[in-house]
């Protein structure tokens, strides 16, 4: 596993690259810090949060996963981690319901096939 260093060495690399040509248009970057999986996620996801620039938001966009941002128009830093990893479960998600209004005639929907 790199340290907080060699990360830092690698993105000046690259930042050096970069301002070789600083006219030219690029795609804003996003960069990932997936604590997922793997050894003492949650220990390494708290060591990475106050080394991350400011401000960041705090977010749970996607209800399994806890994430911080940091974005500009320039580029967007992402750490996230499973919510299973961090918080206590207190009420499971309950499914979808849907109630749909017929798109097909019943002859037409005689002739589709499942695929789920």
Do not use: Q, W
């Amino acid at each position: 596993m790199p340290l907080a260093h060699d990360v830092a060495v690698e993105l000046r690399k690259l930042a050096d690259s970069l301002d070789k040509n600083p006219e030219a248009e690029i795609r804003r970057p996003n960069v990932n810090f997936s604590h997922t999986y793997g050894i003492n996620p949650k220990e390494r996801f708290l060591a990475l949060a106050p080394l991350l620039p400011r401000p960041l938001k705090k977010g749970d966009r996607y209800t399994d996963v806890l994430k911080l941002t940091y974005e500009t128009t320039a580029i967007c830093i992402l750490a996230y981690i499973d919510k299973s990893l961090t918080c206590e479960l207190v009420e499971a998600a309950k499914p979808a319901v849907y109630r749909c209004v017929p798109i097909l005639s019943l002859d037409e929907e005689a002739t589709l096939e499942d695929v789920l």
